[in-house]
């Protein structure tokens, strides 16, 4: 397949991040078939994920065909930002207004 699958990721990814400088892709081949690892600037990732998975679901499924016209698995492995683990922190300690509001009696 000779990077064929790289190039086509390399090249839908960059077309729709804000970032494409720092798009990054690194193909590996195992027992599983050929695994791509992405990796992209922590503010494009809303953008690869979409709404639901679906932007990267697509982008799977593109692979798959992509895969089966070389009879070769390909799968796709978006890998998370490192300051991931932060923003997490810092979005569960919003602190929640917790005062009761007056009954109303009919």
């Known amino acids: 397949m000779a990077n064929k699958d790289q190039d086509f990721v390399d090249y839908v990814v960059k077309a ?5 400088e720092d ?3 690194e193909r590996r081949i195992d027992e599983m ?3 791509l690892e992405l990796t992209v600037n922590p503010k494009d990732m809303g953008k690869i994920i979409g709404k639901e998975g679906r ?4 982008l799977r499924t593109l692979l798959r065909v992509l895969g089966a016209k070389e009879n070769a698995r ?5 890998i998370e930002p490192e300051g991931k683990e ?5 979005e569960n300690k919003e602190e929640k207004d917790t005062t ?5 009696e009919v």
């Open 16 to 20: 729709f991040v804000d970032y494409p």
């Open 100 to 104: 009761e509001l007056p009954k109303l």
């Open 86 to 90: 932060e923003v997490k922190a810092t």
């Open 74 to 78: 390909i799968n796709l492995k978006i």
């Open 23 to 25: 798009v990054k892709t």
């Open 33 to 35: 078939g050929v695994l």
């Open 55 to 58: 932007t990267a679901k697509a």
